[in-house]
């Protein structure tokens, strides 16, 4: 089973800051990479796939980069209501989601 | 607007089965793939299965295969998904989510709309 792992499992961050997110596969998939943005009591939300296209109505903030086995969410200034969980997923294989990054105000 | 609306909130004790719902609106049904994802309390999120809504194929993560049913009704635009033999760690909320590619094409396997979520509790 491809295994997703995200680093750190909580990053805190002052508004207007930089936000580098990590996430590692267990084998190369490629580009078929997706991150999303859960807010509690909500689904998760399309933020970018093929690792670096944003997903519609995503502000240009939010940046995605890698291939093979090392990605990053870049969000280069953060807003208030960027405060959130941030998942990773693959489906270069069955689809599969990492634990996810708590990303938090400093 | 696309919009994925679920059933409400369920409390199963241990060996029974749930059923729930996700009606679509808002873009033709049978023309976009289905998935159903789960999220157990604290965890990262858990692909289930995918539904052609046109063709009815279905497909399920190994980890369900025996315990889960995918199926649609066209003429309701609401896909259903099944899930027996319920123990404990199926607590969680199941999603419906719609995939980004048409059914013409294989499926991206990610998630562009998603429900807003059912509460499934298994409980004695």
């Known amino acids: 089973d491809m295994v997703m792992t995200q680093s750190p499992a909580t990053l805190s961050v002052s508004p207007g800051e930089r936000a580098t997110l990590s996430c590692r596969a267990s084998?190369?998939?490629?580009?078929?990479l997706a991150w999303y943005q859960q807010k509690p009591g909500q689904a998760p939300s399309l933020l970018i796939y093929?690792?670096?296209t944003r997903a519609a109505g995503i502000p240009a903030r939010f940046s995605g980069s890698g291939s093979g086995t090392e990605f990053t969410l870049t969000i280069s200034s953060l807003q208030s209501e960027d405060f959130a969980v941030y998942y990773c997923?693959?489906?270069?294989?069955?689809?599969?989601f990492g634990q996810g990054t708590k990303l938090e105000i400093k | 607007q696309v919009q994925l609306l679920q059933s409400g909130a369920e409390v199963k004790k241990p060996g029974a089965s749930v059923k729930v719902s996700c009606k679509a609106s808002?873009?033709?049904?049978?023309?976009?793939?289905m998935h159903w994802v789960r999220q157990a309390p604290g965890q990262g999120p858990e692909w289930m299965g995918i539904?052609?809504?046109?063709?009815?194929?279905?497909t399920y993560a190994q980890k369900f295969q025996g315990r889960v049913t995918m199926t649609r009704d066209t003429s309701a635009s609401t896909v259903y998904m099944e899930l027996s033999s319920l123990t404990f760690e199926d607590t969680a909320v199941y999603y419906c989510?719609?995939?980004?590619?048409?059914?013409?094409?294989?499926?991206?396997?990610?998630?562009?709309?998603w429900g807003q979520g059912t509460l499934v509790t298994v409980s004695s």
């Open positions: 989510a719609r995939d980004l590619d048409i059914v013409e094409g294989p499926a991206a396997h990610f998630f562009e709309y």
């Open positions: 093929g690792a670096s």
């Open positions: 808002g873009y033709t049904f049978t023309r976009y793939y």
């Open positions: 997923q693959q489906y270069y294989n069955w689809p599969s």
């Open positions: 084998q190369s998939v490629n580009l078929n």
């Open positions: 539904i052609n809504p046109s063709s009815g194929v279905r």
